[in-house]
């Protein structure tokens, strides 16, 4: 009666695989079981700057996390909110206009708004 080496189940008689893990199998005596190398691959360090959630960064008393880079990224995705709605406002409020000015408006706020989405994040990344 013959053993899989990696996860311990019995094997059928001239088994090349075992059928709980799929390993290959080892020509080995009955009874005997082959061993495996186990390897261990130790975790990443956890750095305490992502172990701390928003409010544990903001109430920090050690100063060992910082909660600014929180905030922007907050403030990042606030402003492109804030465009996005504005460009819509910008292109609603047109329709009333004389004829080209609709259709000048469709197609520049969307542009603003990309442009200044850009503009900010090229401002906020490099201010820092």
Request: glycine share 6%; aromatic share 12%.
């Amino acid at each position: 009666m013959a053993f899989c080496g990696k996860c311990g189940s019995q094997l059928h008689d001239n088994a090349t695989f075992c059928a709980n893990c799929g390993a290959t199998t080892v020509a080995a005596a009955p009874g005997a079981v082959a061993t495996t190398p186990v390897v261990t691959i130790p975790a990443a360090p956890v750095r305490l700057e992502e172990s701390k959630g928003f409010f544990g960064s903001l109430f920090d008393l050690s100063f060992t996390s910082f909660v600014t880079s929180k905030v922007i990224k907050f403030l990042y995705v606030l402003s492109i909110i804030v465009l996005a709605i504005g460009a819509v406002v910008l292109v609603v409020m047109a329709q009333d206009q004389p004829r080209p000015i609709p259709v000048v408006s469709i197609l520049v706020a969307p542009m603003r708004s990309f442009f200044t989405c850009c503009w900010c994040g090229y401002k906020w990344k490099f201010s820092s």
